[in-house]
């Protein structure tokens, strides 16, 4: 019954969450300067006449107060219609969906990079001689606190524009998504393996550690085996942070590397003021975060279930 409250509760909140981000977004869209009527007809080289932009003000209730086109948009939202792109003239879930799976196959790269490496680099470092740690530690305080993009340039210098490689940008192949991919996983990497290490060296000074190498155990085994499962509980909260660093990151990486996906989308979208599809992105990006917590929650049962019934 705990764990059955724990996930009703989850759902609960994700539900506010995804209307407060629809809303937030919505008001956000709303505020922002300039005629969205006049974007939808292709902007001022349009030149559309006072009769037309009369009529797409209609169409859309552009012309209705706020609270007319919130309420509209609001009742559109329950019954599962995200509207129709003002830009690209199509629903907002065929926009969405034709990039999503680039954008997707990026996060993934970036997860699968990231991970190995950051339990690797954590395991091997913990306790260690103090100036290996302080090598490994000033490495990720560097990857941590460097914006996305200055990583995404620095690759692009030596691994395409000198080395000549992986290609510059595009959505063509496999090499065209390492070098995307490794920006955004050394980015998560610089702070997760600076969490997982200090975890694990407070882990490696528990009493059930010390019973564990008295019992002849080695090194490596008794890091992995016993500590590494409690001192993974932080890493999983943490995967808030990585999904809002992939999807966030995504529209850098996205912009730098000339990459299709949701990333450009979302600028594109911003950048026409075209609300629907960023309505549409807010609110997977919303779902996601929500659907995620609540599988680590549900982990967080089989990991330590002192977690669910504290």
């Known amino acids: 019954m705990a764990v059955l409250r724990r996930v009703l509760t989850r759902l609960a909140v994700g539900l506010g969450v995804l209307w407060g981000a629809a809303t937030l977004t919505f008001l956000a869209v709303y505020l922002i300067p300039g005629d969205t009527a006049l974007l939808i007809l292709g902007g001022p080289d349009a030149r559309p006449t006072a009769e037309t932009l009369a009529q797409v003000r209609s169409d859309y209730l552009l012309d209705q107060p706020f609270i007319v086109q919130y309420g509209s948009y609001l009742g559109n939202l329950l019954q599962g219609d995200l509207g129709q ?11 969405i969906g034709q990039q999503i799976g680039a954008t997707a196959a990026l996060a993934a790269a970036a997860v699968v990079l990231a991970l ?7 395991i091997l470092s913990a306790q260690r001689a103090p100036w290996l740690r302080s090598i490994v530690s000033g490495i990720e305080v560097v990857l941590a606190a460097t914006p ?5 340039f620095a690759l692009l210098i030596v691994f395409s524009f000198t080395l000549r490689w992986f290609p510059i940008g595009g959505n063509q192949g496999p090499a065209a998504l390492i070098l ?3 920006t955004l996983a050394l980015a998560i990497f610089g702070t997760l393996s600076q969490v ?9 000074e528990q009493p059930f550690i010390l019973t564990a190498r008295s019992r002849g155990m080695r090194d490596l085994p008794v890091r992995i085996r016993h500590a590494l499962r409690h001192a993974a509980i932080p890493v999983m909260t943490m995967s808030g942070f990585v999904v809002a660093a992939l999807l966030g990151g995504s529209v850098v990486v996205e912009a730098l590397f000339s990459r299709q996906g949701i990333g450009s989308l979302t600028l594109a979208s911003v950048y026409n003021k075209d609300l629907p599809v960023i309505i549409g992105i807010v609110l997977l990006s919303a779902a996601v975060y929500v659907v995620v917590n609540l599988v680590i929650d549900l982990l967080y049962t089989f990991i330590d279930p002192k977690v669910v019934t504290a």
């Open 85 to 95: 792109s003002y830009r690209l003239r199509l629903p907002v879930t065929e926009a």
């Open 116 to 122: 190995p490496l950051t339990f690797a680099v954590a």
């Open 148 to 152: 996305t993009f200055i990583i995404g």
């Open 180 to 182: 995307p991919a490794l």
């Open 196 to 204: 997982l290490r200090n975890e694990l060296e407070d882990v490696l």
